[in-house]
């Protein structure tokens, strides 16, 4: 699932970018924006680093951890 | 006697050489046999022999040919191949040139592939149309293969190295032999059940056409149609072609190939947030330099009430009322002093000295008294003429009375 959490970050930061482009928005909100894709940014950054898939193997219907020989 | 002509090694060669190459029955052989002693060189030939219980023949098979191979030749493989007989004259040895091989027995499977292949094309089981897409954000992969295989080492090693952070189900199958259909079938159908993967993979290593054969089955075929999840097939090399790939929905060449479809790589999504970061300062940016712009723009607008410039303004009219005063007041000091000057030249006018000035004397007797008339003047009296610069005695010397 770290995938999905990572792309709906990266959407919602498609969101702000698009947002902040836009030249009606208010300065306060804007800044308030500009924090938040900030953050968010560094959050991806830090989840691309950190963030691990699982992988797993089925075994009488139940996934078990798969302690194959991955190199 | 009979003259013995002699002949050398060449010209016995050369001569076996066109006798075997221009035999008709030679030219065109079909030969069965067990395959040994196979090596492909580098450029590409492939050379084995091919032997019966009592005997050997050895066989080349140019590049060219060995390209058009539906298998891969091995050790102890009974094969029938079709071929011409040729002499190699260096070595004087005669061998088979190849022109085509398949394994024995592989001719009934290969006719019922192929019967299986139009009949699952004719109910539509290949339409691109059917065919579902590969959905956008691929999580979580659901391989279904051999947990032991080099295959499945192969993926996850792809997969982690493209997008560590996909999860990978594996549904560990038999993928050859005859359980092996019945295996793939229920792993596709377990992950569709569960609704547990974004996309099914099914695959295996490469191997003889036998060892792919499970891959040919006519209920992994419709176990492939019935899946609501996308399924890649992934079978053998890139050459091998499975009634899988037919049906499934994406062909991989090789199982590697299928890990590389359904990882994205993370370097795509590390570009798009760069490129978030840079749009989101630019915006910002501007944003700024238009609020200062503004800023700036209503400051000079409030700066025109201040009270600082009212008290200027206040002043620059006291500047205009104070010059006005003056100027009045100097001109009226003009005025005067330019009459002054008129009544001074008027005053210059009448004094005597100016009188004198013009020719005129002042005429006194010799005590010094202003004589007016020639009234009481004497002859031989003695007068005194005064001009501007000096005097003059005089004495009269006659006297006309007007």
């Given at each position: 699932m770290a995938v999905k959490k990572l792309k709906s970050k990266i959407s919602r930061l498609e969101t702000i970018a698009e947002l902040l482009e836009d030249?009606?928005?208010e300065i306060e909100a804007s800044m308030k924006l500009f924090e938040e894709g900030m953050k968010l940014i560094k959050e991806c950054n830090g989840d691309l680093d950190t963030l691990e898939g699982k992988i797993t193997i089925m075994i009488d219907g139940e996934e078990k951890d798969f302690e194959g020989s991955v190199e | 006697m009979t003259r013995v002509r002699i002949l050398s090694v060449s010209e016995v060669n050369q001569y076996l050489k066109t006798l075997l190459e221009t035999n008709s029955l030679l030219k065109n052989l079909t030969i069965q046999g067990e395959l040994s002693n196979v090596k492909r060189a580098a450029s590409g030939h492939l050379y084995f022999s091919l032997k019966d219980a009592t005997s050997k023949i050895d066989c080349v098979m140019f590049k060219n040919a060995a390209m058009g191979l539906k298998f891969i030749p091995k050790e102890g493989q009974q094969v029938t191949l079709r071929g011409s007989l040729g002499v190699?004259?260096?070595?004087?040895q005669y061998q088979i040139t190849v022109r085509s091989m398949e394994p024995q027995g592989v001719g009934d499977l290969f006719q019922a592939y192929l019967a299986l292949k139009s009949e699952l094309e004719a109910q539509g089981?290949?339409?691109?149309?059917?065919k579902k897409k590969l959905p956008?954000?691929?999580?979580r992969v659901g391989i279904v293969t051999s947990?032991?295989?080099?295959a499945i080492k192969d993926m996850i090693a792809i997969i982690n190295r493209r997008n560590p952070l996909i999860d990978i189900v594996i549904y560990p199958?038999?993928?050859?032999?005859?359980e092996a259909p019945k295996n793939i079938i229920q792993g596709i159908r377990t992950f569709n059940e569960r609704q547990s993967v974004d996309v099914i993979v099914i695959g295996r290593g490469g191997g003889s056409i036998e060892d792919l054969w499970?891959?040919?089955d006519k209920n992994l075929a419709r176990a492939i149609l019935e899946s609501e999840l996308p399924v890649v097939s992934a079978v053998g090399h890139e050459i091998d072609y499975t009634i899988s790939d037919f049906v499934a929905d994406l062909r991989a060449p090789t199982p590697s190939g299928a890990a590389e479809l359904v990882a994205e790589e993370t370097m795509s999504m590390i570009r798009v947030l760069v490129q978030v970061k840079r749009r989101l300062i630019q915006s910002m940016e501007t944003k700024i330099v238009s609020n200062r712009e503004q800023l700036g723009q209503m400051k000079k607008e409030i700066m025109r009430f201040h009270p600082r410039e009212r008290i200027g303004d206040m002043r620059l009219h006291l500047d205009v009322i104070q010059e006005w005063l003056l100027r009045s007041v100097k001109g009226r000091l003009k005025n005067d002093r330019l009459q002054l000057k008129n009544i001074e030249m008027r005053l210059g006018l009448m004094n005597p000295i100016n009188v004198l000035k013009k020719g005129y004397v002042r005429v006194t007797d010799d005590q010094g008294l202003s004589i007016?008339?020639?009234?009481?003047l004497n002859m031989d009296q003695r007068i005194k003429l005064h001009f501007i610069d000096g005097e003059v005695d005089a004495t009269i010397r006659s006297i006309k009375e007007n």
């Open positions: 030249d009606n928005q | 190699y004259l260096p070595s004087g089981y290949f339409d691109q149309e059917r956008e954000i691929i999580s947990p032991t295989g080099a199958s038999l993928v050859q032999g005859y499970a891959f040919n007016g008339s020639v009234a009481g």
